[in-house]
Every structure is written in structure tokens, then in C-alpha cells.
């Protein structure tokens, strides 16, 4: 009844005030619009970082594996104690103390187990192998980091039965690059947490390896890392919101496999629940051959919001609505005044709103200096920027007709000047400006002074040196890792190659950039070749290690190049960039090798008595004419089978078997004096000699094989 009442004598206020607490409404529900929309781009912003920094941790573990997976390059027959001290001096326990154990895996056909096993007992008589089932082929921990590792896989563990472990082994030997693991249940690890492993594979050095046979052929073993998913979270460090829930999911993909495996959560907070006015922002964490994703949840709530703009946007509605509903009131019985006043009050509000706009928001609260002068070059207004910047050189700044950064200030100019200027503040510090010059016209088009906007760009500036300081140590970083590097563009063209290349070898920058490789020369390769690393390039796959030959001057140099192709935003190529060394004098020494390699080889050949040399698994690598007469074989079906299918001796007093001098070798006796014994050759002849063995040794003193000398009596 108050209400009607109110209604019958006030409806003019009335409804006046309803539709200001209506516009109110509305303009504190877009507030509450933006203020979603801000909460989720930040929570975007998180799930990038998170992501981020999760891979960076992966990529700094990964290149010290990468490390070590060349050390077994260098040298396959690394022992343990070298594994141990290679990962102690990277101190990775001090720099990453999240991982598990970094572990090498060897693959062991079922033939060669007892061969192993002997060879391992040599360096450690404790260990031992438990085999559970009969297989072609062992995955077996050789050595693992740190030997007091916490699961229950200690050297001589046998892994086939962990199939997801397995599955990774397998795809980084037939595809020759790391690969992270499917997650799986770290079995002996608090209360089997789930965890998983990243594979890089080790090849036999100097084998082919083109193609997935080769590399089955020439692999040796898996290199890799463990690592607890429950830890990774940690890297995340304690910026991590406590009201944000974070889960990781695997998505399933793995390239390079013939399908895709089921989606499924790895990790997911335990302490917060489900919500259903939650935010979600999601990021891609990409590890060697698979990919998670990472998933933020979060209520709009937990990111700052200014709740005093709330207040203040119902005070003033509520002010505004009443004081219009009042006046409106007070003019209901003149509908000619009550226009006049609306449409004063109408002109007005936008006088005062435009004023406020372009005057108080554009120049008072900019952060630039806004100066604005009169045809007598005097200073009619200046921002509060302006005021505080020139407030100690020049207290008050109306009414000064001298210029303050340029006598520029001062022109009549008809268009916008823009021009930098370098001005020293009174605290001592120099500041780059950028102004811009404007002119002026009042209401009839007359020129009636001019405005200066200053910019203060000393940050960019400051970017741009050292934005340029890294590239010159980029420059210099990539001139140290490498004799060289270069950019080619989508034609394959160069377009960019290190200075020290040119300064190195005396060349012309013009003979080498605008130029294709293979226009420089023919590098001594065959039109074939050329057509190999022209289809290559492409199909746009990167390359590694090409080697040819260029003409400097007068004499030729080696070279050996590897390069990978670079896209835009938009996935468009832009062109190849890589690196070069000078290996001339590499393969001249490898010519000089393979010539000694030649000579001995021909000593050998023409010697009377038999030689055979072995490796240290007894398989026969060299045999000289005398030995193939002695033993009635052949060369082609020797080499590469074990001496003791071609080479059989017998007692001469009582014809039983004899111990094959090679065995006793392999108890490292060096030294031996020639014994006499009755050879049984391949047609089982009765031959009476004297037989030897002499230890082969490399440049370091390291054991490398045998020779065995035999000579008929």
C-alpha cells in the first residue's frame, strides 16, 4: 500500500530511481563480466608457465643424459665406475635432486648371458642375474646412479616384464632418439608412486645406422632416467596457488607408434574437490616422443578484484538516480521545462563527460608528458606527468616561453613532427625520449598553438642494447661450439654465414651468400648424392653430418654441415639454419690410419707362420694366408665366427682335448711361452705345431683382443 501511494504521488521519481539501480545493476554485472574474463586469461597465463617450467626441468636432465649417451659413443665398453664418476662430476644429485637413478640398460641375447655374467664378476664377484623366464633377448640394469637407489632394481635386474619400460627401450632403439615412457606403477617406491622413465638408445659406433634394421643390429643398450610424477610438481616451485587445483593427464600420444593409447590422469590434487563455478585452462607439456597436458582449475574468486570500485559504482548510482529523480519530480507539472531541464542536464552530462574522457583520463593520469603551448610559445598546461618529471629544474612551468627538451618546442609547424631526443634528469640518470609535435586549431580551423607529447623509451632502448649484446654472444657461443653456422632461406639460398668463417679462410662474402650449396662446387660427391640431400631438404627433414668438399683458394676443405628447417607462427617454412666444421685434417689422419692398417696387413699376409687375431669375445678378425692353409678354410666363413669353431687342438700324448689357448687369455696370462699341440683342421688332419698368444693393447694400455701365432713343426 506505502508503495502505490508513493507510486500515484512520485511516479516520475520513482521510476527515474528504478532505472538508475537498473543501469547500475548492469554496469556492476559487466564488471563482474571482465573480471571473469581477467581471472581466466591469468589462470591461462599460469598453465603456460607451469607447463613451461616443467619442460625446461625435463630439457636440463635430458641434455645430461645426452652426455653420457655420447661418453658410450666414444667408448661402448664404459665400465662402471666411469658411468659413476661421469654423473658425479655433472653433480646431479646437487643440481637435480628430483630424480630417481639414472640407469643403463644393455640388451643380452640368451646366448651371450653366461658370457656377461662371466665378464661382470671380473669387475664385481657379487653380482649375479635373476632370470625369471626364458627369453631371446635380456633388458638387464648394467649400471645404475645412485647404487643406493631406493627401488628395488639393482644391477643385474632384469626389466622385460615391465612393459612399459619395455615399450620405450623398443621405440628409441628402431627410431634412434630418446623417448619418455608411458607412466607406470614404480614398484618399491612409496607405496609404488607413479612414475616414469626417458630412453636414449646406444649404438655399436661406426655401424650404419639408416634404417630400423641397422639400428636393431648395431644396438647395444638403453641410457635413461626415472623420475616420480609426484616430484615433478615440486619444479612447479611454491608459487603454486593453494586454492588451484592442478591435474596431469597423458594424453596418449606417442609418435612414431601405429596407435594411439588411451587418455588417462596421472596426478591431480588431492586436498581440493570438484567445484562447479571453477575456471579451467589447460597447457601441452611436450617430453621426446609423448605429450601431457597440464590443467589448471580455479574459482574466479581467488584472483584480485578492486572491491571498493563496486562500492563506489552503487554510491554513485544511487546518488545519480535520486538526484535526477528529484529534479525531475520537481519540474512533472511543466513538460516544457521538464524538456529544457533534460536536455540541459542531457548537454551537460556529455560536456562534462567528454571533458572527463579526453581531458582528465587522456592527459592528467597519462603516463606521458603533455605539454600544450600557445602561438607565443608559452606554456598554457602541462600533465601531472609533465609537473613531477620538470618539477626540480623548473618549478613552475606556466607561462614559460623556452623550450624544455628542443627548440623544436617552439615552431609553427602544420603537420605532426615526431623526432628522439637524449635529456640528463637532475637525479643524474640519462633518458631516451621520443616527442611528438602537434598543432592546435580552435572551433573555426584557426591555429591557435601546439601540443608535445613525450614518450619516455629508455627501457626499449635499454632492451634494444641488450637485446644486441646477446646476439653478439650468441654469435660468439655458436662461433665456440662450431667452426661456423649459417641460415639459408626457403630457396635454400644462404643468407647468413658467422664472420669468422669468412676471417678463417680469406673468403668473399658475396661468392657464398644469394648462393645454393651445391652451386658453390661439386664437392667431390657424385650427381646421385646431390639429388639424396636435394630431396631431403625438400621433404623438410633435418640433417646431420653431410659432408663434402669445397674449393678455398687453391687447395680443397673438408667439411662436414648439419642443419634442421625453421617455420614461422603460421607453420610456414622459412628456410634451414645449422652448423659447420672444418674436418680436413680429421680425414686425412683417417686416410693416413687406413694406409699403416694396409701395411700391417700386408706383413701379415706374406709371414709363414699362421696368424689369427680375435676380439675379446673370441670372434676371429683377421686371418693371414698361412693360418687359412694350416686350418683348410676360408677366409669369408672365418671372419666373424668364433675361433673355437675353426680352431680345435688336441694332446699329443693321449689325443684328448686341450683347453683352447684363448680361454687362458681371457684369464689375462700375458705372458705364455709357445707349447707344442697337435691341430685337428676342418678335414680333421692331424697337424703337430707350436702355437702363441700375444695380448693386444690400444694407445691407452686398454686390452682390445688377441693374436694367436701358429707355426707347423
Known amino acids: 500500500m506505502i508503495v502505490l501511494s508513493l507510486l500515484r504521488r512520485y511516479p516520475v521519481a520513482l521510476r527515474t530511481f528504478l532505472a538508475g539501480v537498473v543501469l547500475t545493476a548492469c554496469v556492476q554485472v559487466w564488471l563482474n563480466f571482465q573480471h571473469q574474463n581477467h581471472a581466466q586469461t591469468q589462470l591461462n597465463h599460469l598453465a603456460l608457465i607451469y607447463a613451461e617450467r616443467i619442460e625446461s626441468k625435463l630439457d636440463a636432465e635430458i641434455n645430461i643424459l645426452r652426455g653420457i649417451q655420447n661418453a658410450f659413443i666414444a667408448n661402448t665398453n664404459l665400465n662402471k665406475k666411469t658411468f659413476s664418476t661421469i654423473l658425479k662430476q655433472q653433480n646431479i644429485q646437487g643440481r637435480f635432486p628430483d630424480f630417481i637413478s639414472v ?13 656377461y655374467i662371466h665378464h661382470r664378476k671380473l669387475d664385481n664377484p657379487a653380482f649375479n642375474i635373476s632370470l625369471s623366464s626364458p627369453r631371446a633377448v635380456y633388458q638387464i640394469i648394467d649400471f645404475i646412479f645412485p647404487e643406493h637407489a631406493v627401488l628395488h632394481e639393482p644391477e643385474g635386474f632384469e626389466i622385460s616384464h615391465q612393459t612399459a619400460n619395455l615399450i620405450a627401450i623398443e621405440y ?16 618399491g617406491y612409496k607405496n609404488a608412486s607413479l612414475g616414469f622413465a626417458i630412453r636414449f638408445p646406444i649404438y655399436s659406433p661406426n655401424k650404419p645406422l639408416n634404417n630400423q634394421k641397422e639400428r636393431r643390429s648395431a644396438f647395444i643398450g ?7 610424477i609426484d616430484k615433478m610438481i615440486a619444479w612447479l616451485g611454491n608459487d603454486v596457488e593453494k586454492n588451484i587445483r592442478l591435474q596431469l593427464q597423458d594424453t596418449g600420444t606417442t609418435s612414431g607408434l601405429n596407435k594411439t593409447e588411451k587418455s588417462k590422469i596421472i596426478y591431480k590434487t588431492k586436498s581440493l574437490s570438484n ?3 571453477e575456471l579451467n585452462a589447460n597447457a601441452l607439456i611436450q617430453f621426446p616422443g609423448r605429450q601431457w597436458k597440464l590443467s589448471l582449475f580455479a574459482p574466479a574468486s581467488i584472483f584480485p578484484r578492486y572491491n571498493a570500485l563496486d562500492y563506489f559504482i552503487w554510491i554513485l548510482g544511487f546518488t545519480l538516480s535520486i538526484f535526477i529523480a528529484v529534479l525531475l519530480q520537481r519540474q512533472r507539472n511543466n513538460r516544457a521545462s521538464a524538456l529544457d531541464l533534460a536536455e540541459q542536464i542531457t548537454q551537460d552530462l556529455r560536456k562534462n563527460k567528454q571533458h572527463y574522457q ?3 583520463q587522456l592527459t592528467e593520469d597519462a603516463h606521458d608528458l603533455i605539454i600544450s603551448r600557445d602561438l607565443n610559445g608559452k606554456i598554457i598546461y602541462a600533465n601531472r606527468a609533465a609537473r613531477i618529471y620538470f618539477s626540480e629544474s623548473t618549478p613552475v612551468l606556466l607561462g614559460k616561453n623556452k623550450p624544455l627538451l628542443l627548440s623544436a618546442e617552439l615552431a609553427i609547424n602544420e603537420i605532426p613532427i615526431r623526432q628522439e631526443c637524449q635529456h640528463r634528469h637532475t637525479d643524474g640518470e640519462l633518458h631516451f625520449l621520443e616527442l ?22 629508455t627501457q626499449h632502448k635499454e632492451l634494444m642494447i641488450e637485446l644486441q649484446k646477446s646476439r653478439e654472444r ?7 661450439a662450431a667452426d661456423w653456422y ?10 647468413q654465414v658467422s664472420t669468422g668463417f669468412f676471417n678463417l679462410y680469406s673468403l668473399n662474402q658475396t661468392s657464398v651468400i644469394g648462393h645454393q650449396r651445391w652451386e658453390l662446387s661439386d664437392g667431390c660427391l657424385s650427381a646421385e648424392e646431390w639429388r639424396a640431400h636435394q630431396s631431403l631438404l625438400k621433404t623438410l627433414r633435418s640433417f646431420r653430418d653431410f659432408i663434402y668438399t669445397l674449393k678455398v683458394g687453391a687447395s680443397n676443405m673438408i667439411v662436414r654441415v648439419s642443419g634442421q628447417p625453421f617455420f614461422d607462427e603460421q607453420g610456414e617454412l622459412q628456410g634451414y639454419r645449422g652448423i659447420g666444421y672444418d674436418i680436413t685434417a680429421s680425414k686425412n689422419n683417417e686416410q693416413a690410419i687406413q694406409l699403416e692398417q694396409q701395411r700391417i696387413a700386408s706383413i701379415l699376409n706374406s709371414m709363414a707362420d699362421g696368424v689369427i687375431t680375435t676380439a675379446l669375445n673370441g670372434d676371429v678378425e683377421f686371418i693371414n694366408p698361412s693360418a687359412i692353409q694350416l686350418l683348410n678354410c676360408r677366409t669369408a666363413t672365418s671372419i666373424g665366427k668364433h675361433i673355437n669353431h675353426i680352431y680345435q687342438v688336441i694332446s699329443p700324448k693321449d689325443q684328448n682335448p686341450l683347453i683352447p689357448l684363448f680361454s687362458m687369455a681371457l684369464d689375462s696370462i700375458e705372458k705364455n711361452t709357445p707349447s707344442r699341440t697337435v691341430l685337428l683342421n676342418t678335414h680333421k688332419q692331424s697337424l703337430l705345431i707350436q702355437e702363441s698368444i700375444i695380448h693386444l693393447k690400444n694407445s691407452t694400455g686398454t686390452l682390445i683382443g688377441f693374436a694367436l701365432i701358429i707355426r707347423q713343426i
Open 103 to 115: 640407469q643403463f640398460i644393455r640388451e643380452i641375447a640368451s646366448s651371450d648371458i653366461d658370457v
Open 172 to 187: 628409441a632403439r628402431d627410431q634412434g632418439r630418446g623417448v619418455a615412457s608411458p607412466a607406470y606403477a614404480l614398484q
Open 222 to 228: 638403453s641410457l635413461g632416467a626415472t623420475f616420480t
Open 275 to 277: 567445484r562447479n563455478n
Open 358 to 360: 579526453q581531458v582528465a
Open 436 to 457: 611528438t609535435l602537434f598543432p592546435l586549431y580552435n572551433q573555426e580551423a584557426v591555429h591557435s598553438g601546439s601540443a608535445m607529447f613525450v614518450h619516455n623509451i
Open 474 to 480: 650468441f654469435s660468439a657461443l655458436l662461433e665456440l
Open 486 to 495: 649459417w641460415e639459408q632461406d626457403k630457396n635454400f639460398r644462404f643468407t
